[in-house]
């Protein structure tokens, strides 16, 4: 896509994303099972969910986690071509390895979260910081973009899964509205990533400084994912300590 917005101007981009998203429906509609619907499923029962804290607290470390990621992405061609010095023509080739990176991350990710969602979701928020530390200071010569955009692209998409589950878990009977919703605190970040991104730009601390920003909405995705994990914790704990033991019958002593 950014080779051609290169070669024939932003509307073919846009027109060749088009014909995609119509090829990708038409496959849909022809490939996917017709399934029936919930019928006790209500629009009530859904918004209910927004009550849950949990809901709100994993939708934060979707939103301010994984703007880091976009504090980067939105002006990594920009670090191509002003910071590393490479040709524009070199941006589609920064851009495939950063997506393949994704790729990979969102493959393996999934795999973790079936295995530990908890384990998942820290390891990756930690390993997203870490990568985008490793950008700001590699970025400066053609292996270190290559390698540290490849990094980035793996732990923001290795996140993912073990986020979208989280908030799918913590929705309860309303599945459907944590699925969205996921979704929603990704687009949140990426608003927020590309202005907090561009606002230390525009402040004069360069194009390596979005990556810091990441660093720092990375850590903030963790705290918020680490008050999340303690609160569960400490709600099953709770909940253990008020079931009765089968084992002592009451009033009778143990």
Do not use: K
Request: charged share 10%; with cysteine.
């Amino acid at each position: 896509m950014t080779w051609l917005g290169q070669a024939q101007g932003w509307r073919a981009a846009y027109l060749l994303a088009g014909g995609i998203f119509v090829l990708a429906l038409a496959l849909a509609a022809r490939s996917l099972p017709s399934l029936v619907g919930d019928p006790s499923a209500n629009a009530r029962r859904e918004l209910a969910a927004f009550a849950n804290r949990q809901v709100w607290l994993v939708m934060g470390v979707g939103a301010i986690g994984f703007g880091g990621f976009i504090a980067v992405y939105a002006y990594l061609a920009d670090v191509t071509t002003h910071v590393t010095g490479l040709a524009a023509t070199a941006v589609p080739a920064v851009l495939a390895v950063t997506g393949l990176g994704m790729t990979v991350g969102n493959l393996l990710g999934g795999r973790a979260a079936d295995r530990n969602g908890v384990r998942a979701m820290l390891g990756g928020l930690t390993a997203l910081a870490l990568a985008m530390l490793a950008f700001a200071g590699l970025s400066g010569n053609a292996v270190g973009l290559f390698s540290a955009g490849f990094a980035v692209g793996f732990a923001a998409m290795y996140v993912g899964p073990a986020i979208q589950a989280r908030l799918i878990d913590a929705s309860g009977d309303a599945p459907l509205l944590g699925a969205s919703m996921n979704h929603s605190a990704f687009n949140v970040g990426n608003t927020l990533g590309a202005v907090l991104g561009g606002q230390v730009i525009a402040a004069g601390f360069g194009y390596r400084a979005p990556a810091l920003v990441g660093v720092v909405l990375a850590l903030g995705g963790l705290a918020l994912a680490l008050i999340s994990v303690q609160l569960e914790r400490r709600q099953v704990v709770e909940s253990r300590a008020v079931v009765p033991d089968v084992r002592c019958p009451q009033p009778a002593p143990c």
